[in-house]
């Protein structure tokens, strides 16, 4: 992988996978933790729509349940993010905007959908013209 940083931040439930390796007795607990965790944000979604902490909250635990990014579980989530971001122009929220286009460039990478990926790392630099991850990703896809 050329992007290690992108990689890793987007396995963070990597770990969390690991412990439930090591005691499986709380796969089920965990589970139904990040099941009633989605509800919740969820439920916060319908009650403030126009707010993007629901989605974003939604967005990281669908992440934790999808560690692989196959499915793309988190992707609606963190579009929602973006989408509300982008309208607001919140300089305040850098953080959630850049978590938002890392998840969508990486996933659009996963999916062989270079010039997605590339709108989504290019959006990155924008905001954070130092960012290292989005750069790396970026010469990255322009290598393929």
């Given at each position: 992988?050329?992007?290690?940083?992108?990689?890793?931040?987007?396995?963070?439930?990597?770990?969390?996978?690991?412990?439930?390796?090591?005691?499986?007795?709380?796969?089920?607990?965990?589970?139904?933790?990040?099941?009633?965790?989605?509800?919740?944000?969820?439920?916060?979604?319908?009650?403030?729509?126009?707010?993007?902490?629901?989605?974003?909250?939604?967005?990281?635990?669908?992440?934790?349940?999808?560690?692989?990014?196959?499915?793309?579980?988190?992707?609606?989530?963190?579009?929602?993010?973006?989408?509300?971001?982008?309208?607001?122009?919140?300089?305040?929220?850098?953080?959630?905007?850049?978590?938002?286009?890392?998840?969508?460039?990486y996933y659009y990478y996963l999916k062989e959908d270079k010039s997605n990926s590339?709108?989504?790392?290019?959006?990155?630099?924008?905001?954070?013209?130092?960012?290292?991850?989005?750069?790396?990703?970026?010469?990255?896809?322009?290598?393929?």
């Open positions: 992988m050329w992007f290690p940083a992108l990689k890793e931040m987007f396995s963070s439930s990597a770990s969390d996978s690991a412990a439930i390796a090591q005691n499986p007795a709380k796969a089920d607990e965990r589970m139904a933790l990040y099941l009633k965790a989605d509800s919740i944000f969820g439920d916060f979604s319908i009650r403030y729509p126009e707010h993007y902490m629901g989605y974003f909250w939604r967005a990281r635990v669908n992440a934790i349940l999808d560690p692989e990014t196959e499915t793309g579980l988190a992707k609606p989530y963190y579009e929602k993010v973006a989408e509300i971001l982008e309208k607001t122009n919140n300089a305040e929220r850098k953080k959630e905007m850049i978590e938002a286009y890392q998840y969508l460039g590339l709108i989504y790392f290019n959006k990155i630099i924008a905001i954070d013209p130092n960012n290292t991850v989005a750069t790396e990703a970026i010469k990255g896809i322009e290598q393929m």
